[in-house]
């Protein structure tokens, strides 16, 4: 049995959803982002009490689990572009919509129009905010230099970086780097 999990974006979550479980004495097999596997150490579904309390502690920490088959489909979307730009390095050009298809197990379109109606802002437009959000954490964090920055995040170059930044934020990556300012950063869960 799984339990899927809204705003989970980080190690850090996986490891705060952990220590509730363990804290509460739920048992449990892994945390991942966005799921709770709990690998036949409950029926069908959690007792009562155990999931009000899980519930409480999830919704405390700001995630919320999910229910309906459409929000869960959303927050695996999301959860995949987090995993996408990770791994952008490694995909050999491999196109988002592809790697959404593969690991929903679903067409592409279908996701898509999905997304657009749950949501209210496409893929893309969501990926690109995403991207946007990792561009100003290595801006701010990382000793990575703006060409570092756009390779690693799969741009096809700095000026491309650049354009995009420019047009998000209205500062180019040098001026908000000379900021430093984390307030101008917004959390990935809220995007």
């Avoid at 519930?55 to 489909?73: A, R, W």
């Avoid at 990926?127 to 920055?149: G, Q, W």
């Amino acid at each position: 049995m799984k339990i899927y999990i809204k705003n989970m974006v980080c190690e850090r979550c996986c490891l705060a959803v952990s220590n509730i479980l363990k804290c509460h004495d739920i048992g449990y097999d892994s945390v991942k982002l966005g799921e709770i596997d709990f690998a036949g150490k409950y029926d069908s579904q959690l007792p009562a009490e155990t999931y009000n309390t899980l519930k409480i502690q999830l919704e405390n920490l700001g995630f919320q689990i999910l229910n309906d088959q459409k929000s869960k489909l959303i927050e695996h979307v999301k959860i995949c572009c987090l995993e996408y730009i990770e791994k952008i390095e490694s995909l050999d050009g491999q196109k988002l919509s592809e790697y959404l298809s593969k690991n929903t197990q679903l067409e592409y379109n279908y996701v898509s129009n999905i997304f657009s109606a749950v949501e209210g802002v496409t893929i893309e437009k969501y990926f690109i905010r995403l991207r946007i959000e990792k561009v100003k954490e290595l801006l701010v964090y990382a000793e990575m230099s703006t060409s570092e920055i756009a390779f690693h995040l799969g741009f096809s170059n700095v000026a491309h970086l650049s354009a995009q930044f420019k047009k998000h934020t209205g500062l180019t990556p040098g001026h908000f780097r000379s900021l430093k300012n984390e307030k101008l950063r917004s959390p990935l869960d809220k995007l």
